[in-house]
């Protein structure tokens, strides 16, 4: 059986800023979460299910361009609405990832609740290292991402029947933002 929880870190460690991503999963590791797989990926769509399926909680981490950039700024996003306008848009890389969650969706391998990190980066050229504010960033993330964690494993809220949010319905391939759960 599968852990509670799997916080995922999408990226390519050998593209600067891009390896944001599994930078959170390196500062995760000493954080002692129990239920918890911590796992890198460079965004492969059915690495990524295979990761998250039917879990009752997957928190993925990626880097994403905006503009205007913003490199350092958090945004947390929670599959809970349509944006078919946005899909393609949220990741530095060449996947989709709302694709990859219809796909996940078509074959009933998604987790209960999903939540993505995007971390807005700056350098994504060919060479190892974080830019000095995407590096300070990870580490707000995975303080976020870890107290995160903890709320969703405690014991009241199990006792609760606490729920999460809902994914959007088949057809709508992407997740939206909530403004008020964006990190300045």
Excluded: K
Aim: glycine share 8%.
């Amino acid at each position: 059986m599968n852990p509670a929880v799997v916080v995922i870190g999408v990226g390519n460690p050998y593209r600067r800023d891009d390896g944001v991503g599994p930078a959170v999963i390196q500062r995760l590791r000493s954080a002692g979460l129990p239920e918890t797989t911590l796992a890198e990926s460079d965004g492969e769509a059915c690495a990524l299910i295979m990761l998250w399926e039917r879990r009752p909680l997957a928190v993925l981490v990626d880097a994403i361009h905006a503009q205007p950039a913003h490199p350092g700024r958090i945004h947390r996003l929670v599959a809970s609405c349509p944006a078919p306008e946005r899909a393609g848009t949220t990741s530095s890389h060449t996947i989709d990832m709302g694709e990859a969650v219809a796909l996940a969706r078509e074959l009933d391998r998604l987790p209960d609740r999903m939540i993505v990190y995007g971390i807005e980066v700056a350098d994504t050229d060919f060479g190892t290292g974080l830019t000095p504010a995407v590096a300070r960033a990870a580490d707000q993330a995975a303080e976020e991402i870890a107290a995160e964690v903890r709320a969703h494993l405690s014991p009241e809220r199990r006792s609760a029947g606490a729920e999460g949010a809902s994914l959007p319905p088949a057809g709508s391939p992407s997740w939206c933002a909530d403004p008020a759960q964006q990190v300045p």
